[in-house]
C-alpha cells in the first residue's frame, strides 16, 4: 500500500510536468473536448465556456499545483505507512536494460524523507499558483517552469525509492539536471546563468564522485543493487576510500564547506518556491543519499569517519551562520543559512558515527535520531522563511534587506507566520529547532563514556563550536526579522507594499508554522515514530525517550536529562497571561501614543535607523579573519583644495574566502590547462598531417 | 505538594529579586560614602512605574507591547526551573540547563526586536550590541554549565546540586574554571560594569538601556523586574551549583528555614563581591568586550577540558 502511494506521489509529479507542457494550448485542449464531447452540446459549451483564455489559464496553473499537492500527499502517506510498519517493501520495475531492472524499496528510512519531502511540497503546491502568476504574461515560459518542477519532484522521490545504485544515479541526475533549468529559469540575468553553470557543473562533479563511491562498492560486490552492495565485504582502507568518495559527493550536493559555494549562488536566484524545495527538500535527499551510503551500505564504520564528518559539519555550521550573517540579499542570506542547519546535521551524524564505531549503539541512535529531526526541522523552517521571502518579493519585487522595514505594519499575517520560523531557526525554545539541537547537545554530552581521550576532548570543542552557531544564528535571525519587518520603511515600494491577496500564499506558509510549533511542543511522538528507522540503521532504538510520559522528552534516561516542552509553554503562558491581566486589563491603564525620543531635534527618519549591515558589524569586526572584506569609501570634494566633503559614499562587500581559496585557483588551473591543451591547435595543416602520421606508426608499432 | 512547593519557590523567587538589587545599590552607596536608600526602594520604583500611564512611540507594532510580557514570563519561567531553596522540585525537571540558557535567549530576541521595532538609532543600536554581547556570552556559558553537566552527568540542575552534596567538597580544577567562566559571563549577561553599565544613559555607551530607551510605564516595570530576576538567577546558579551547601533536601520546615538562610547568605556575600568588582574595575570600550568573552570562553573550554584530561581519566583507571 506504501509503496502503491510512493509510486502514486512519483506519477502525480510526472503528471504535472506532462500537463505543464500543455500550457497555452487552450485550444488544442479545446478541439480534444470537441471532439469527445461533440454528442452532447451542452456540456460542450460549458467545457468551452471553461476552457475561456484567462479562466483556463487559472484552472491550468492550480492544476499543476493540485497535481504537485496530490504527490506531497501521496508522499506524506506513503512515508508515514513506511514508517508506522518498520518493514521494507520491495519490488522490481521493467525499466531500464534487459538484465538491470530497476529495483525499488520503500523502508523507514526512505519513509521518513518521504515525510520531510510531502510536507514541504504540499505548502508550495498551496503557495505556487498565486506565486507564478506574474510569470504568466511575462517573457519566461511557465510551461517550462512547471515541466521541469515537476520532473525535479519525480527526480527525488525516485532517488528515495531507488533500490540499485543505477536508478539511484539516474533519478539523482533527473532531479540535479531539472534543478539545473529551474535555476537558470530567470536566465536573462548574466549571474543567473553564471550560477547555474556553476550549479551544474558542481552537480557533475559531485555525481563522480558518488559513482565512483558505488562503483568501489560494486567491485567488492556481486552486482549493482543495494542488497549486493550491503553483502560486500571491504578492506579499511578501500571502505574508507568509498566513504570519502561518498563523503564529497553527498556533501557537495548538501552544500558542505568548502563545497559549498554554488549554493547560495544556485538558491537564490531560482524562483521562491523553487528554492523553498532546493533548500527545504534537495539539500535532505543529499543527506539521505549519504546516511544510506554510510550507516546502510558501508558494512562496518570507523571512528576516523566520524571525526572527519564531525570537524566538516563544525565547520559548515560557524561559517555558514557568519557568512548568512554578512548577506544584504535575503534570499542568499537563506541560502548561507542551509549550510549552517547542514552543518549543524552533520555535527550530529559524526557523533553518531563516532559513537556506532566504538560500539556505543543507544548513542550513536540518539545522534541520528538528532540529525534526522533536524533535516525535518529544517526543512519546514527553511521552506517556511523561503516560501515568506518569496510573498515579500511577489508584493514588493524587493529582496534586499537595506531597502526593507516595517512590513509588520504592511503585511500583518504574513509577518506573524514569519516570525515563527525566525525563532524555528534562532533554535528558542519551545520551537521545533530547539529540541533537535537540544538532543544534538545531549548526544554530546555523553562523550564520558568513549575511551580514548582525545575523542573525548574533541566532541566537547565541537559543542561549544554549536553553542557558538546556534548564538549566532539566534543574531543573524534577528536581524532578518527586525530590518525587514521591524522599524521604518527604507524605500517607498516598502512603505506601499499590500499583504498578499491569494489566500494559499498565507496558507503554505502558514501550514508550515504551524507544524513547527507542533513538533516544537510535543516532540516525543515525532521521535517515537523513527524506532524503527533506528532498528533498521543502528540496530537499537531510543526506548526511554517517553520514560516519563509522552509530553516529556528523556534521551538517555530520566535523571541525566529532562524537558517537557508543553508543561513548559503552560507555565510560560500562564505567567505571560496572568501579567497581562494585572497589568492591563484591571489597570485600564490605556497607553498614549507619541513620538519616539529624537533627543530633541526632531524629524527622525528611516535612514537613521540601524541598517541590516551596520547591525552585523560587530560581528564583521569581531571575526574578521573568516571574511574578506572590500570596503571602499568615495567621497566627493567642493571649494579650496578641496577641503569641503559634500557628500560620502560607503559600500562594502563580503566575499567568501572558500570562493578565493578553493574555487578560483582550481578554475584558473584549468583555465591554463585548457591554454596549455590548445596550443596542440596550431591551424596549422602540416602539424595535423604530422600529428596524423605519428599515430598512424604509433598505432601500427601497437598492433604488430 | 511538590508541584506546590515548586510554585511558592518560584513566587519566592520572583518576590525576592528587587531586594537583590536594593541590596546591591546599598553596598555600593557605602563602598562610594554616599548616603543609601532604603531596600525597599526597588519596590517603590516599580510600584511608580506600574501607576503611570504607558507611553506607546507612533512606529511601535505589537511586538512592542508584547515583549514585556514575553520577557517577563520567560524570566519567570527560567526563574521556576533553577532550585532556590531545595532541590528535587518537579520545575527542575520539566527544563534542564540547556533550556534555562534558551529561555534567557527567548527573552534576549523579543528585548531586542521590540529594541528595532521603533526604527530610532539607538534601538537599533542596542539590539545589535546586545546581540553580539549575547552571541560571544551564550556559547561561554554552555560550556561553563557543560564542565559540571559532564562532572555530574546530568543536564538537570536538581540533579547536579544532588551530585555536588554528595560528593563533598573536592578541589576540582574543572570547577573553579568553570566557576570563574560562568562569573564573567553573568556580569555580562546581566548588563554590569565592566561591560555595561545599568546605571548611564550616555548614547555612546549604553547596550540594555538603549534598547528599551522607548519603554515606560507598567512595561518598563516588567522589564526592570524582569532584569532583576535574571541577576538573581545569575547569582543562584553560581551559588547554588558551585556551593550547594545549606539547600533543602526534604520539605521539613527546618531544612526549609536553613535552605532559606543560607541562599540569603550566599547571595548577599555575591552582592558584595559583584559591587567590589564593579569599583575596581573600569568600563570597557564596546570592541573590547570580545576580548574579555574569549576569555570567559576559553576558561570554560579549559574546565571542560581538564575535567575530560584530568578528571574523567581518573575515573576510568
Known amino acids: 500500500m506504501s509503496l502503491f502511494l510512493a509510486y502514486l506521489a512519483v506519477l502525480a509529479a510526472l503528471l504535472s510536468a506532462v500537463v505543464a507542457t500543455i500550457d497555452g494550448r487552450s485550444s488544442w485542449v479545446d478541439g480534444l473536448f470537441g471532439r469527445v464531447l461533440a454528442r452532447w452540446p451542452r456540456q460542450l459549451e460549458r467545457t468551452r465556456h471553461s476552457l475561456a483564455a484567462e479562466d483556463y489559464s487559472a484552472r491550468h496553473r492550480r492544476l499543476l499545483f493540485a497535481l504537485l499537492g496530490g504527490s506531497g500527499v501521496a508522499a506524506l502517506l506513503a512515508g508515514t505507512g513506511a514508517l508506522a510498519s518498520g518493514s521494507p517493501l520491495v519490488d522490481t520495475l521493467p525499466f531500464g536494460l534487459p538484465w538491470l531492472s530497476w529495483h525499488t524499496r520503500l523502508d523507514p528510512l526512505s519513509g521518513f524523507f518521504f515525510c520531510v519531502l510531502g510536507l514541504p511540497l504540499i505548502a508550495v503546491s498551496l503557495f505556487g499558483p498565486g506565486y507564478v502568476r506574474e510569470f504568466e504574461h511575462g517573457k519566461h515560459s511557465l510551461a517550462g517552469l512547471g515541466l521541469f518542477t515537476g520532473l525535479f519532484v519525480a527526480g527525488m522521490e525516485l532517488v528515495l525509492l531507488a533500490d540499485d545504485a543505477l536508478s539511484f544515479m539516474i533519478a539523482w541526475e533527473l532531479m540535479s539536471v531539472a534543478s539545473y533549468f529551474l535555476v537558470a529559469f530567470q536566465h536573462e540575468h548574466a549571474a543567473n546563468r553564471r550560477a547555474a553553470f556553476l550549479y551544474l557543473l558542481m552537480a557533475v562533479v559531485g555525481a563522480i564522485a558518488i559513482i565512483l563511491a558505488y562503483g568501489v562498492l560494486a567491485g567488492f560486490g556481486r552486482g549493482l543493487t543495494f542488497d549486493a552492495l550491503r553483502g560486500a565485504s571491504l578492506s579499511p582502507l578501500w571502505a574508507s576510500i568509498a566513504f570519502v568518495l561518498a563523503l564529497t559527493g553527498f556533501g557537495m550536493k548538501a552544500g558542505l564547506v568548502p563545497l559549498h559555494a554554488w549554493l547560495p549562488e544556485a538558491h537564490p536566484v531560482a524562483p521562491s518556491h523553487i528554492s523553498a524545495l532546493m533548500s527545504g527538500v534537495m539539500l535532505k535527499i543529499a543527506v539521505y543519499g549519504f546516511i544510506r551510503f554510510s550507516f546502510d551500505l558501508l558494512d562496518r564504520i570507523l571512528w576516523q569517519w566520524g571525526v572527519l564528518v564531525l570537524v566538516v559539519g563544525s565547520a559548515s555550521a560557524v561559517l555558514g551562520i557568519l557568512y548568512a550573517l554578512q548577506q544584504q540579499n535575503l534570499k542568499r542570506l537563506l541560502a548561507y543559512s542551509s549550510v549552517e542547519n547542514i552543518g549543524i546535521v552533520f555535527t550530529a551524524l559524526g557523533l553518531s558515527l563516532i559513537f556506532l564505531s566504538n560500539g556505543d549503539t543507544v548513542l550513536g541512535t540518539l545522534g541520528l535520531v538528532g540529525a534526522l529531526l533536524h533535516c525535518l526541522n529544517h526543512a519546514l523552517f527553511k521552506s517556511l522563511l523561503f516560501l515568506g521571502a518569496g510573498a515579500i518579493l511577489h508584493q514588493t519585487h524587493e529582496q534586499n534587506l537595506e531597502n526593507m522595514g516595517g512590513l509588520i505594519h504592511r503585511m500583518p499575517k504574513l509577518a506573524n507566520v514569519f516570525l515563527v520560523g525566525t525563532l524555528s531557526i534562532a533554535a528558542l525554545p519551545p520551537l521545533n529547532g530547539f529540541v533537535s539541537e537540544w538532543l544534538i547537545f545531549q548526544t554530546a554530552l555523553q562523550a564520558g563514556s568513549i575511551q580514548s581521550g582525545v575523542l573525548r576532548s574533541l566532541i566537547p570543542t565541537a559543542s561549544a563550536v554549536l553553542a557558538l552557531t546556534s548564538a549566532l544564528a539566534a543574531t543573524c535571525f534577528v536581524k532578518v526579522y527586525g530590518v525587514a519587518f521591524l522599524g521604518l520603511p527604507r524605500s517607498g515600494h516598502i512603505a506601499h507594499a499590500k499583504e498578499v491577496g491569494q489566500r494559499g500564499m498565507l496558507a503554505g506558509p502558514a501550514l508550515l508554522a504551524a507544524l513547527c510549533v507542533l513538533i516544537g511542543i510535543l516532540p516525543a511522538p515525532v521521535i517515537n515514530v523513527m524506532a524503527g528507522l533506528t532498528r533498521q540503521l543502528t540496530g537499537a532504538d531510543l526506548g526511554n525517550i517517553s520514560a516519563l510520559g509522552w509530553l516529556w522528552l528523556t534521551p538517555v534516561a530520566p535523571e541525566v536529562a529532562s524537558y517537557a516542552p508543553a508543561l513548559v509553554v503552560i507555565g510560560s503562558v500562564a505567567v505571560g497571561w496572568l501579567c497581562y491581566y494585572l497589568l492591563y486589563r484591571r489597570t485600564g491603564l490605556e497607553p498614549r501614543r507619541a513620538e519616539p525620543w529624537d533627543c530633541g531635534f526632531g524629524g527622525l527618519t528611516a535612514r537613521m535607523q540601524y541598517t541590516s549591515g551596520a547591525f552585523s558589524m560587530p560581528i564583521r569586526r569581531i571575526f574578521q579573519p573568516a571574511f574578506e572584506v572590500q570596503e571602499t569609501l568615495e567621497e566627493s570634494r567642493e571649494g579650496p583644495a578641496g577641503t569641503r566633503v559634500t557628500a560620502l559614499r560607503y559600500r562594502f562587500q563580503v566575499l567568501d574566502r572558500a570562493w578565493l581559496a578553493l574555487y578560483e585557483p582550481v578554475g584558473r588551473g584549468v583555465v591554463r590547462l585548457a591554454r596549455w591543451v590548445g596550443r596542440l591547435q596550431t591551424g596549422n595543416i602540416r602539424t595535423y598531417l604530422g600529428y596524423s602520421f605519428f599515430t598512424l606508426i604509433f598505432l601500427l608499432w601497437v598492433i604488430s | ?317
Open chain 2, 1 to 317: 505538594m511538590d508541584w506546590i512547593m515548586a510554585i511558592l519557590e518560584d513566587l519566592l523567587f520572583i518576590a525576592a529579586a528587587p531586594l537583590l538589587a536594593g541590596w546591591i545599590k546599598r553596598v555600593k552607596c557605602r563602598l562610594q560614602n554616599r548616603k543609601p536608600p532604603s531596600l525597599l526602594q526597588p519596590y517603590r520604583d516599580l510600584l511608580k512605574l506600574y501607576r503611570k500611564q504607558p507611553i506607546l512611540p507612533h512606529p511601535a507594532s505589537w511586538i512592542f507591547r508584547a515583549a514585556p510580557y514575553v520577557v517577563f514570563a520567560a524570566t519567570v519561567a527560567a526563574a521556576g526551573f533553577v532550585p532556590l531553596v531545595a532541590v528535587d522540585l518537579p520545575t527542575a525537571r520539566i527544563a534542564d540547563v540547556i533550556v534555562l540558557v534558551g529561555f534567557f535567549a527567548l527573552a534576549r530576541t523579543f528585548l531586542v526586536l521590540a529594541g528595532m521595532d521603533i526604527g530610532t538609532a539607538f534601538g537599533g543600536m542596542g539590539s545589535s550590541r546586545e546581540m553580539t554581547i549575547a552571541s560571544l556570552a551564550e556559547p561561554a556559558m554552555l560550556m561553563a554549565v557543560f564542565t559540571l553537566a559532564m562532572s555530574a552527568h546530568t543536564t538537570n540542575l536538581s540533579q547536579a546540586m544532588n551530585y555536588v552534596l554528595d560528593t563533598g567538597l573536592v578541589l576540582r580544577p574543572s570547577f573553579v574554571f568553570a566557576l570563574g567562566g560562568l562569573m564573567l559571563v553573568a556580569i555580562a549577561e546581566t548588563g554590569r560594569i565592566p561591560v555595561d553599565n545599568p546605571a548611564t544613559h550616555l548614547e555612546l555607551t549604553m547596550i540594555h538601556e538603549a534598547m528599551i530607551l522607548e519603554y515606560s510605564g507598567r512595561w518598563l516595570a516588567l522589564i526592570e523586574w524582569a532584569s532583576q530576576i535574571k541577576l538573581m538567577l545569575y547569582g543562584v546558579l553560581i551559588a547554588n551549583i558551585f556551593f550547594p551547601w545549606g539547600i533543602a533536601r526534604d520539605f521539613s520546615p527546618e531544612a526549609l528555614g536553613l535552605g532559606v538562610g543560607m541562599i540569603v547568605l550566599k547571595l548577599g556575600l555575591l552582592a558584595i563581591l559583584l559591587v567590589l568588582s564593579e569599583a575596581v574595575f573600569a568600563k570597557m570600550r564596546i570592541f573590547r568586550v570580545q576580548e574579555y568573552l574569549s576569555f570567559a570562553y576559553l576558561l570554560s573550554v579549559l574546565g571542560l577540558l581538564s575535567h575530560i584530561i584530568l578528571e574523567a581519566a581518573r575515573v576510568h583507571h
